[in-house]
C-alpha cells in the first residue's frame, strides 16, 4: 500500500466504529433486531478495515489514531443525533485527544 491508503481505510475504519457505537445506542440494549444486525455488521467491517491498516501502520499508532478519531465522531454524533452537548471539561478532554493524534501521527516515530 502507498502512504495514503492506509489512511484512507483507517478514516473507512473510523465511520464504521462510529456508525456501530450510533447503531448500539438505536439498539437499546440489543433489543431491536435491526439496528442490532447493523451494529455487529459495522463492528465486523470495522475490524477488517483495521487489520489492512495494521498491515503498514505499527498497531499502537493505528489503535490509537483510531480511538482518538472514534470518540471525536462519536461525540458529533451524540451531539446531532442524540443532543447530548458536551460539557467545558469534555470539550477540554477531547482536545487533549485531538491534540494526542496529532503529536503520535506527526511527530511520533514507530518501527
Known amino acids: 500500500m502507498t502512504n495514503v491508503v492506509p489512511y484512507i481505510i483507517l478514516i473507512i475504519?473510523?465511520?464504521?466504529?462510529?456508525?456501530?457505537?450510533?447503531?448500539?445506542k438505536g439498539a437499546q440494549g440489543f433489543t431491536?433486531?435491526?439496528?442490532?444486525?447493523?451494529t455487529a455488521i459495522a463492528i465486523v467491517a470495522c475490524m477488517y478495515?483495521?487489520?489492512?491498516v495494521m498491515k503498514t501502520?505499527?498497531?499502537?499508532?493505528?489503535?490509537a489514531s483510531f480511538?482518538?478519531?472514534?470518540?471525536?465522531?462519536t461525540t458529533i454524533?451524540?451531539?446531532?443525533?442524540?443532543?447530548?452537548?458536551?460539557?467545558?471539561?469534555?470539550?477540554?478532554?477531547?482536545?487533549l485527544i485531538v491534540s494526542g493524534v496529532l503529536i503520535v501521527n506527526l511527530l511520533g516515530k514507530a518501527n
Open 13 to 24: 475504519a473510523v465511520v464504521l466504529g462510529t456508525a456501530a457505537n450510533g447503531f448500539a
Open 32 to 38: 431491536l433486531l435491526i439496528p442490532s444486525v447493523l
Open 49 to 52: 478495515a483495521l487489520s489492512l
Open 57 to 63: 501502520i505499527p498497531v499502537g499508532i493505528t489503535y
Open 67 to 73: 480511538a482518538g478519531l472514534c470518540i471525536i465522531a
Open 77 to 95: 454524533v451524540g451531539i446531532y443525533k442524540f443532543n447530548q452537548m458536551p460539557d467545558l471539561y469534555t470539550i477540554i478532554g477531547l482536545a
